[in-house]
Structures are given as structure tokens and as C-alpha cells.
């Protein structure tokens, strides 16, 4: 069975920098998709960063410039480096292999 692990969140003031990495149990990094969401409690689910199999990366226009995903598939880990951290960048975040595969989350919190 496959299982997504997050780590790397926790509390940081605003103008800080946090590195989350989402690491997998089984080989399912190749040839796939992974993205980033965040999910703060009572809204929606949104999708934060992604990088296909080839290293194309988009992100949303909220974090461009101060997010980047990265993977390494011979880890089957991804990482999102976040600097220039916000209030509102506060949530849940959430990684997700080829749309399929979910991790459990990891908090993020800034503080002001």
C-alpha cells in the first residue's frame, strides 16, 4: 500500500522560510505528476505548486516568486521550499502524487 508522508511544517513568523518533504513508500514518483495543496479548516482545498515527470513546475499566482517544488525521484521525495512566509499562507498542506495519492498533511503556521 502506498503511503504519502508530509513533514517539515510548524510555527515561523511572517518573512520567514520553511522546507515541507512529502515522501513515499513505493516507487510511484516516476512518470508522475505531484503537487502541492493547502487547506485551511472550513474552505476549500487549493492547489499550491506542481512539478510533472520532466520538472515543469506551475505554481499559483499567491506563491509565485516565493515557493518552489522540487522533486527527487530517487528518493521519492518532494520538497516545497517556501521563503518570504505570510499570515496567510497559514493551512494544511497536503501532497498528492499523480491526482491519485494523498499524504495526511502538515500545519503551517505563520505568525504575524
Known amino acids: 500500500q502506498v503511503q504519502l508522508v508530509e513533514s517539515g511544517g510548524g510555527l515561523v513568523q511572517a518573512g520567514g522560510s520553511l522546507r515541507l518533504s512529502c515522501a513515499a513508500s513505493?516507487?510511484?514518483?516516476?512518470?508522475?505528476?505531484i503537487a502541492w495543496y493547502r487547506q485551511v479548516p472550513g474552505k476549500q482545498r487549493d492547489l499550491v505548486a506542481t512539478?510533472?515527470?520532466?520538472?515543469?513546475?506551475n505554481y499559483a499566482a499567491s506563491v509565485k516568486g516565493r515557493f518552489t517544488i522540487s522533486r527527487d525521484n530517487a528518493k521519492n521525495t518532494v520538497y516545497l521550499q517556501m521563503n518570504s512566509l505570510k499570515p496567510e499562507d497559514t493551512a494544511v498542506y497536503y501532497c498528492?502524487?499523480?491526482?491519485?495519492?494523498w499524504g495526511k498533511g502538515t500545519l503551517v503556521t505563520v505568525s504575524s
Open positions: 498528492n502524487v499523480g491526482w491519485v495519492y
Open positions: 512539478i510533472t515527470s520532466g520538472g515543469s513546475t
Open positions: 513505493g516507487n510511484i514518483f516516476s512518470g508522475n505528476a
